[in-house]
């Protein structure tokens, strides 16, 4: 499903404060830097730039006695003298306050013409005193305001973070769900009674209060949501489950009524909770009794919804990827009436998500997207998103610009079987082990009829592995045979028989194999019933460790049947091997042949493969399924497409 983003910036509720504290700041700041200027260099540049005749009291005193000074004016407040002598040089220096009598008769007695100046201030003279107390009257205001704002802040810490977004924003409808259209049909009913709510009423029908959306990440939940606010025109709250924690007691539950407070006075509205798993937990399954704050937010969530009126127009929409550990007081009919599964895009929804996402790359005449949708089951919208922008960044490092099929292939690579690891590099004897391994499973997926069509076998180190063989499913499928299983497992075991044949010794790279193929084999034997000593019967719990409820679970089966499960695991392995050790050996030279053509080569397809192994045969070496999938490769520039069916990686991987 295509991630749709929308342009328009969000309104948030409540509202932010504009930025007068910022402004207040910038004042005080230029407030500080001009009393600065004025008390320490406005008098250093008020000074005359001349140089004075006398510096100082006692200098003054020796040019009296010495009949040089001519006259002197002195400042009753400030002490200051000035004046000239008599060889016409002023002086101006700071003087005794107040001034010495004696010193003032010398000077009379030597010819100094002495005078005093008692100036009345003006206000520039208290412009210093102004500015100070100025600047401690604002910063007095900005700390009250910071204090104010910080109080605010706390206060308003029980506030729902729900962001509001306005019959305006965003724009998002059906049209920009790309498919699903069986879940829009199935949640259109929202959108319809929040348009006429009169016409559902007047039946007595009632809208459910709440809806759940589940399916896997990246699958469109959210988009879903925001779809229905923007058919419906109305508000539409948005929040996260884990906005309601907080570090103090009773803020989560205070958040829950005020975003429910927020909602009912913007009726007609939806309230949509992403992740509501984080606060909609089961009560009383945790160590110790739970965590109590999320217990207490939850307990007010269940009481806001069961005060809902239908008629208010306020309905619930929440998202969750894990249904399984919700509280089922939250599913209850009443709360959340209606379980909606978004679950991963098939082939017919895959087509138009890739054209969603595709409007505003360059694509070259070459691509098929048809091609790209069915190589790529499994994948969510938001896979497929990345698809397309990882294949138009490997088109930038070809240099193309244009979009081409190659590039879509080895984005594919990248998002089924991880980077390539251009630093790694193998020894001769390490490449050839490599090469045996991935060739024992691509020989085992090309001749076993219940295997997966071979697509590609690589020798270079990509992802975590050293080497990969890639195989996509000729179809989409849901359902398992025992047959199928088997297969899988067998062409598991084919990288660690072919170093049995070709080496006598086993080495550490069937490691991943025997992991998956382990897990798959006690899958057979304790929940499908493949096992004919068990018979129909499933053992074991699904029970999350997380939940607390495996603490105190005791198993549900005896130390004899323990001992039968993985007796009959043992012996699903050890036959696979065995199989898997006699196709090989009767196809001895067909697995040299691609080993070959993996060391000259690195990577070949499953056509080559094919045809390798058909060739050292000396013929078809089965009937009844297509050995290879569409690949994205072009040859001569145009597209090959041998088979139109194909789809979801399961590749081998060895560490």
């Not at 005193?61 to 009753?76: D, G």
């Not at 107390?133 to 729900?162: D, E, H, N, P, T």
């Not at 006699?582 to 053509?597: C, D, M, N, Q, R």
């Not at 056509?607 to 050995?627: N, R, Y």
Request: hydrophobic share 40%; charged share 25%; glycine share 8%.
């Amino acid at each position: 499903m295509d991630n749709f983003n929308s342009k328009r910036p969000d309104q948030e509720y409540p509202p932010k404060k504009s930025g007068n504290s910022d402004i207040s700041r910038i004042l005080i700041i230029v407030m500080v830097v001009v009393a600065i200027f004025i008390l320490f260099v406005l008098p250093e540049l008020s000074k005359s730039s001349s140089p004075s005749a006398i510096t100082n009291y006692t200098q003054f005193m020796k040019e009296v006695t010495s009949k040089k000074v001519a006259t002197a004016i002195i400042n009753n407040n400030t002490g200051n003298i000035s004046g000239t002598l008599r060889n016409k040089q002023s002086y101006n220096f700071g003087g005794p306050v107040p001034p010495i009598p004696q010193d003032q008769v010398t000077m009379r007695q030597d010819g100094v013409n002495v005078t005093y100046s008692t100036p009345t201030g003006s206000w520039l003279s208290y412009l210093p005193d102004i500015l100070l107390l100025a600047l401690f009257v604002g910063l007095l205001v900005i700390m009250i305001r910071s204090a104010r704002g910080q109080m605010a802040s706390i206060m308003s810490i029980s506030k729902s973070r729900a962001k509001l977004y306005t019959s305006e924003r965003p724009k998002t409808t059906f049209a920009d769900v790309a498919g699903y259209n069986g879940v829009k049909l199935e949640i259109s009913e929202v959108v319809d009674f929040l348009k006429a709510p009169m016409r559902y009423n007047a039946i007595g029908a009632k809208i459910p209060k709440g809806i759940l959306l589940v399916g896997p990440p990246g699958t469109g939940k959210t988009l879903l949501a925001r779809a229905v606010a923007g058919e419906a025109g109305v508000p539409f709250l948005s929040v996260s489950g884990s906005d309601f924690m907080e570090m103090f007691v009773g803020v989560g539950a205070s958040r829950v009524r005020d975003l429910f407070q927020t909602a009912r006075k913007q009726a007609p509205a939806i309230v949509f909770i992403d992740e509501i798993d984080s606060i909609g937990r089961k009560r009383g399954a945790g160590l110790g009794g739970g965590h109590d704050e999320r217990e207490q937010t939850l307990n007010q969530l269940l009481s806001e919804m069961d005060g809902f009126d239908p008629s208010q127009g306020v309905i619930m929409i929440a998202a969750t990827n894990r249904p399984d550990i919700l509280d089922l007081a939250l599913l209850r009919p009443g709360r959340f009436d209606r379980q909606i599964v978004v679950p991963l895009p098939d082939l017919e929804e895959r087509l138009p998500i890739l054209a969603v996402h595709c409007k505003d790359v360059k694509l070259s005449e070459d691509v098929d997207l048809e091609i790209v949708a069915r190589g790529t089951p499994g994948l969510s919208g938001a896979d497929l998103a990345n698809l397309v922008n990882e294949a138009a960044l490997h088109a930038v490092r070809r240099g193309s610009s244009l979009i081409e099929m190659i590039d879509f292939e080895s984005a594919r690579d990248r998002e089924l079987m991880g980077q390539r690891r251009e630093t790694t590099v193998l020894s001769d004897e390490e490449k050839e082990r490599v090469a045996y391994h991935e060739a024992g499973h691509a020989v085992l997926a090309y001749v076993l009829d219940n295997a997966d069509p071979l697509h590609k076998v690589t020798i270079l180190p990509t992802g975590m592995a050293l080497g990969v063989t890639q195989q996509l499913p000729a179809e989409e499928r849901h359902i398992y045979s025992k047959q199928v299983i088997e297969d899988r497992i067998a062409v598991r075991m084919g990288g660690r028989v072919a170093e049995l044949i070709m080496y006598g010794d086993l080495s550490t790279g069937a490691s991943n194999d025997l992991q998956g193929n382990t897990e798959l084999a006690r899958k057979m034997v304790r929940e499908w019933g493949f096992s004919e000593r068990l018979g129909p019967l499933s053992f074991g719990d699904n029970h999350d460790v997380f939940l607390g409820e495996d603490l105190m679970h005791s198993r549900d089966y005896s130390e004899a049947t323990s001992r039968v499960v993985d007796e009959e695991v043992s012996r699903i392995l050890q036959e696979q091997q065995d199989r898997a050790m006699k196709i090989l050996s009767k196809h001895k030279a067909g697995l040299e042949k691609v080993t070959a053509e993996l060391l000259a080569k690195e990577t070949i397809s499953g056509e080559e493969v094919g045809k390798l192994i058909e060739e050292a045969h000396g013929g078809p070496v089965h009937s009844g399924k297509a050995a290879t999938v569409p690949h994205f490769t072009p040859q001569n520039g145009r597209l090959t497409k041998s088979d139109p069916n194909s789809p979801v990686a399961a590749s081998s991987r060895d560490s």
